[in-house]
């Protein structure tokens, strides 16, 4: 098969991989903002000091982190109207279950961020008269979030290539689309290896995004403090 | 209150750290505008002790008042009532304290650094404390480094920040924590000079130190620990160059001044 037609090919469905791409990328920002600000909350809970706080917060923590996407998206999705009387569609269903995946490692993730600070940054904030909801605003969580900066990435590139998954619920994402013109063209070999390409081509250029902007963050040495303090 | 009536009463602390005991029933009283040095060997309790007067480290028995706060082993009250987090954060503010490892906010400027808690806890505007906290830095020498990030500073510049960062919330009382021990000798002087000059102004003080010297030339009384109790306490030039103690003539013997 010459490279013209199969590039025909491309042209023809691009339609159809684009809304795929779009599908793809929405599912993966929108779970991941849904996980940030719930990884949080249950971050949180697991650093109360009441038990009746802390231990459901930790047991959402591990059940998310020890159950396989696959499961999780196929229990939202089938389970969960029978359990909570509430369906979703198979976008949503994919929102929560992949949500669910990364606040689970978000959450543990802060946490080892929020612990790796200093008792004395905490020591500083309370001898000024902070609160302890103020001082973790506004002194310990924004050191975290940068010292764990790298992580989050990592859990966004795995989120991202988590998607890959939902087009077993039909949600048309790009793996759904290409299988799609799969069964059109009857070529899986071209279009999969190109669909591959195309998940490749998307990581990497978030992961180098973030990375630059990261490094661009205005620190001023701030992992030199770091190391000053330990010696 | 009588005006000579102590700022802080300490009576009969202990603390234990584990099966440690670190402070052995203390009881001191520091009164209004009194610059108190306690000098003593490493583990002698020292910096436990200042660090209960701000409720930072938790007490096992006995009692520290400060006006009308008062804190026991069951937490902070006053008036009989316990306080809440955010009253005991109203009591911290009124309570500076400089540590010796400065603890300054590394993702934070030097003016991010100081204007944090006049704005946010205080509710001043953002321009009322910038022109306070300039004026506090002309006056430490460090105007020029208002923009720097802390990691980009000297210990003796990023300790005369701290120092800053608790003079703008204008405390009743200071607490020093050993504010030289983590500092080369030759950025000590720095640090000492605007501690006489600007942080023991008009203030009652306690400044935990290995500075015989500076604890002699600045302060008014003068207490030695040695293993979780006081040995000895009095005026300066009595404790420090005249000690009825054994131990304290032993200590500052061997610091050698």
Redesign the interface.
């Known amino acids: 098969m010459s490279f013209t037609r199969l590039w025909g090919i491309f042209w023809e469905y691009r339609d159809v991989l684009l809304a795929g791409i779009k599908v793809t990328i929405a599912l993966s920002i929108l779970s991941m903002l849904l996980a940030a600000v719930l990884g949080l909350v249950v971050c949180l809970g697991t650093l109360a000091k009441s038990r009746l706080v802390r231990a459901p917060a930790v047991l959402y923590m591990e059940f998310c982190r020890n159950t396989p996407i696959l499961v999780q998206l196929v229990w939202v999705h089938y389970a969960w109207p029978e359990i909570f009387g509430i369906k979703f569609d198979a976008f949503t269903s994919s929102l929560i279950a992949l949500a669910l995946q990364s606040s689970g490692y978000l959450a543990e993730e802060y946490r080892a961020g929020i612990e790796s600070i200093?008792k004395?940054?905490f020591?500083?904030?309370?001898?000024?008269?902070?609160?302890?909801p103020?001082l973790m605003r506004?002194?310990v969580i924004?050191?975290a979030f940068?010292r764990i900066l790298p992580g989050i990435l990592n859990q966004f590139v795995i989120c991202f290539k988590s998607t890959s998954i939902v087009s077993i619920i039909a949600v048309p994402d790009l793996m759904y689309q290409a299988g799609l013109i799969v069964s059109a063209t009857f070529l899986p070999m071209p279009v999969y290896t190109a669909v591959a390409l195309m998940y490749f081509l998307l990581v990497f250029a978030v992961s180098s995004a973030v990375r630059m902007l990261s490094r661009k963050l205005p620190?001023?040495?701030?992992f030199?403090?770091?190391q000053?303090?330990a010696v | 209150m009588q005006p000579s009536d102590p700022v802080i009463r300490i009576e009969k602390l202990r603390k234990r750290f584990g099966a440690l005991e670190v402070l052995r029933g203390i009881d001191l009283d520091v009164p209004p505008r009194a610059t108190m040095a306690i000098v003593g060997p490493s583990g002698s309790g020292k910096s436990t002790l200042v660090r209960c007067i701000?409720h930072?480290e938790r007490i096992n028995d006995g009692a520290i008042s400060v006006g009308d706060v008062k804190i026991t082993s069951a937490g902070v009250e006053s008036g009989g009532r316990k306080l809440s987090?955010?009253e005991v954060?109203?009591y911290?503010?009124?309570?500076?304290?400089v540590?010796q490892?400065f603890?300054?906010?590394?993702?934070l400027?030097v003016m991010g650094n100081i204007i944090?808690?006049p704005t946010?806890?205080?509710g001043w505007t953002r321009q009322d404390a910038i022109e306070r906290a300039t004026a506090l830095l002309r006056k430490v020498n460090l105007e020029d480094k208002a923009n720097?990030?802390?990691?980009?500073l000297s210990g003796g510049q990023q300790q005369r920040v701290?120092i800053v960062?608790?003079l703008i919330?204008d405390p009743k009382i200071m607490l020093f924590d050993e504010p030289t021990s983590a500092l080369d000798p030759e950025l000590t002087g720095e640090v000492l000079r605007v501690i006489r000059d600007l942080a023991l102004d008009g203030r009652t003080a306690i400044i935990v130190t290995h500075e015989l010297r500076f604890a002699r030339e600045v302060s008014s009384h003068v207490v030695f620990m040695e293993g979780g109790n006081i040995v000895e306490e009095g005026a300066p030039e009595q404790v420090l160059g005249d000690p009825r103690e054994v131990r304290t003539r032993t200590f500052i013997g061997r610091i050698g001044d």
């Open positions: 200093d004395g940054q020591e500083a904030a309370q001898s000024l008269g902070m609160t302890y103020r506004k002194i924004p050191q940068i620190m001023g040495g701030y030199q403090t770091q000053h303090a | 701000n930072l987090g955010r954060a109203n911290r503010r009124g309570i500076g304290m540590s490892s603890n300054l906010f590394p993702h400027t944090e808690a946010g806890v205080l720097a990030y802390p990691a980009t701290a960062r608790s919330m």
